[in-house]
């Protein structure tokens, strides 16, 4: 095989490497919060779905319309953690990405000056 095509086999394998990363970093976020007072404890994954809900023995005392909002508000302050931590792994694979797709010595768009391609004009 010639110098280039292992070149390019090699950063192929090294997106794909990326790639099978940060899905994996993706699905490992898992963020939890507990209610200011301690009476609930919720866990989402990263795409926010609930995945873990504990109540203290204490939630009886509470409206169930208060234990509602509770549980809503403990959720959402997860999911917003969660979702800070998946917008930072999206935000580094970007760069890193950006990195391996980028041709050595290549530039977006053909200098101003180069001479018009064959069959143009």
């Given at each position: 095989?010639?110098?280039?095509?292992?070149?390019?086999?090699?950063?192929?394998?090294?997106?794909?490497?990326?790639?099978?990363?940060?899905?994996?970093?993706?699905?490992?976020?898992?963020?939890?919060?507990?209610?200011?007072?301690?009476?609930?404890?919720?866990?989402?994954?990263?795409?926010?779905?609930l995945?873990?809900?504990?109540?203290?023995?204490?939630?009886?005392?509470?409206?169930?319309?208060?234990?509602?909002?509770?549980?809503?508000?403990?959720?959402?302050?997860?999911c917003?953690?969660?979702?800070?931590?998946?917008?930072?792994?999206?935000?580094?694979?970007?760069?890193?990405?950006?990195?391996?797709?980028?041709?050595?010595?290549s530039?977006?768009?053909?200098?101003?000056?180069?001479?018009?391609?064959?069959?143009?004009?």
């Amino acid at each position: 095989m010639s110098w280039a095509m292992d070149e390019l086999e090699a950063r192929a394998r090294r997106q794909l490497e990326s790639l099978a990363d940060v899905n994996e970093r993706l699905a490992r976020i898992i963020e939890t919060e507990t209610s200011p007072d301690g009476e609930v404890w919720a866990e989402v994954d990263g795409s926010g779905a609930l995945t873990g809900l504990r109540l203290s023995d204490r939630v009886g005392k509470v409206s169930g319309k208060q234990l509602e909002q509770l549980i809503v508000a403990t959720a959402n302050v997860a999911c917003q953690k969660a979702f800070a931590q998946r917008a930072k792994i999206i935000e580094d694979f970007s760069e890193e990405f950006a990195g391996l797709v980028a041709v050595p010595g290549s530039t977006d768009s053909p200098p101003s000056d180069s001479p018009p391609s064959a069959g143009s004009g």
